[in-house]
């Protein structure tokens, strides 16, 4: 296991920045119209939330750690299948007007709590409900009596609420867009196991997307996705990028607008700082990658998920 890190690190790890390795994916869960939106684990179960799910047949979808960590020491040339996961869940298209599907999930025990998202008349809306878990049946039920609607901080276009984790006995969700030029006194917001308001706590200020997080460790750590594609640029109306200061930028970074990178969080009891942990810049390609979901995969790196845009990419990013 050692060589095979050492070997990452010296393969990937490329002028201050990381080459995601992909991880070819197999069978429906590989359909791009999915847009896949999130992953959280459950226990050694990583989970694959699409955005929009089947509504024939709606589900989300799952594969074993195990077999993660066995494709990535072996020699990598086949693809993996996840397992799919049935999904009972409200009519929510129904419901909400504007329904745009899901956004963010985390895991609680047996317990899922999940954040969806609405455009209506050009109003952004995001929504928090709960479900659970029956991973011996496949089966994850949505709770149909709860429905909580998150205020949001501004109005912006696709904007809303993409990232939820588990800190102590709350939940803690984020806003998408945090620059100073669109969300001055952006805020961490913390909800109740029964979905009700728990105040909020400063977010230091980041310009682009932040689209998810990874789960909090032992000192309160998290990770952050932060996306930028420049078609976006008219909404977001960046600001100086701080997460540059005293940092070399990465070669394909200097090249290309995009920027794809994640950043080291803490939460403290009253507010949320960055760490002092440099950011984790990835190798870009000429396109950007929409990503959207993340997790930590053990000590050796994350695990993150591209939505639709350019097609369907789950990838291993090796920690430095």
């Known amino acids: 296991m050692k060589k095979l890190m050492f070997f990452l690190l010296t393969q990937f790890v490329i002028g201050q920045e990381v080459m995601p390795i992909e991880i070819p994916l197999k069978g429906e869960a590989n359909q791009q119209s999915l847009e896949m939106s999130g992953l959280a684990w459950y226990n050694d179960y990583l989970i694959l939330m699409p955005q929009y799910v089947d509504k024939n047949e ?5 594969l074993t750690k195990s077999n993660i960590n066995r494709w990535l020491d072996g020699n990598r040339s086949g693809a993996l299948k996840p397992n799919k996961i ?3 869940t409200p009519k929510y298209d129904e419901i909400i007007n504007g329904y745009q599907g899901f956004e963010a999930l985390t895991f609680v025990g047996n317990k899922t709590y999940l954040i969806i998202e609405s455009k209506d008349n050009g109003i952004m809306k995001s929504f928090l409900v709960k479900g659970d878990m029956d991973i011996r049946n496949n089966s994850l039920v ?4 709860k429905l909580e609607e998150i205020p949001l901080p501004q109005n912006i276009k696709n904007m809303g609420f993409e990232s939820i984790l588990k800190y102590k006995y709350r939940l ?5 867009a945090n620059g100073v030029n669109v969300n ?5 917001l913390f909800y109740s196991s029964s979905l009700k308001s728990k105040g909020s706590i400063p977010l230091p200020n980041l310009e682009y997307r932040l689209t998810d997080v990874t789960e909090v460790d032992g000192k309160g750590h998290f990770w952050a ?15 100086d990028d701080f997460i540059l200061e005293n940092i070399t930028q990465g070669k394909t970074h200097k090249q290309f607008e995009h920027v794809e990178r994640l950043i080291e969080y803490k939460i403290r009891s009253d507010k949320v700082i960055r760490t002092s942990t440099p950011p984790i810049q ?12 993340l997790v930590r995969l ?16 789950l990838a291993f990013v090796p920690k430095p």
């Open 298 to 313: 053990d000590k050796k790196g994350f695990l993150m998920i591209v939505d639709e845009h350019p097609r369907t990419i």
């Open 86 to 88: 049935n999904l009972v």
């Open 142 to 145: 949505i709770d149909s009596n």
């Open 58 to 62: 709606p589900g989300f979808y799952a």
């Open 172 to 176: 803690m969700v984020l806003y998408e």
């Open 282 to 293: 990835l190798v870009l390609n000429k396109n950007s990658r929409n990503w959207e979901g």
């Open 184 to 188: 001055l006194e952006s805020s961490a």
């Open 225 to 239: 996705l932060n996306f930028f594609w420049p078609g976006e640029r008219e909404r977001l109306k960046p600001g």
